[in-house]
């Protein structure tokens, strides 16, 4: 059962969406989309149903509000991730780059796990997100590294298996956060880059 969200006090309109929001991840991440019902959101929000249908509309409405509010989250953590330009050396930025996403997955695990581990019951929404901000990265992430590349290496493959890496970096670090540390995850990709220089 979600904690520390039901309460009866008077809200704003923006902070009582949010701790609606916040109930609605509880439950998806406890036990899937499949489980979110109204009734359910209500109840461990400490709210009445209308106060949900009030804001969402019904929910198709709440689920895609939470997809959503996922999406911008992760797109704001990615923006403050991907490098703009390639300043240092490949293997610092590349490396720093994949330490502030990891600590970024790390502190926020509800929103990543939507993004890097959807459960089957997830929206088509979501998937329809995840595949759009992916492309959008491997293209910020190729113009970043297209500097760096010699002869005919394409900047776009380079960039994707990057993002491949890191994402199966960061399902580890969801998975396993005790034993899947962010320093242990660094050890082992300056260990890969030291094995490919």
């Known amino acids: 059962m979600a904690t520390g969200h039901t309460t009866t006090a008077r809200m704003t309109g923006e902070a009582r969406r949010e701790q609606i929001l916040d109930v609605t991840e509880d439950i998806v991440e406890q036990a899937g989309f499949h489980s979110v019902t109204i009734d359910r959101v209500a109840r461990e929000a400490g709210i009445t149903r209308p106060v949900v249908y009030t804001h969402f509309g019904d929910l198709e409405g709440l689920l895609n509000a939470l997809v959503d509010r996922g999406n911008r989250r992760t797109l704001d953590a990615l923006a403050r991730i991907v490098p703009t330009e390639p300043g240092g050396t490949p293997e610092k930025v590349l490396l720093d780059s994949l330490r502030r996403y990891l600590e970024t997955v790390r502190d926020d695990p509800a929103t990543w796990r939507l993004a890097l581990l959807p ?58 956060p005790e034993h899947a540390t962010v320093e242990r995850i660094l050890d082992h990709a300056r260990w890969a880059i030291a094995l490919v220089s």
């Open 119 to 176: 459960p089957e019951s997830a929206p088509a929404l979501l998937a329809e997100r995840i595949a759009r901000d992916r492309a959008n990265v491997v293209g910020a992430l190729a113009r970043v590294v297209a500097p760096w590349l010699r002869g005919d290496a394409d900047p776009v493959l380079v960039a994707r298996s990057l993002v491949a890496v890191a994402e199966e970096s960061a399902r580890i670090v969801l998975e396993d």
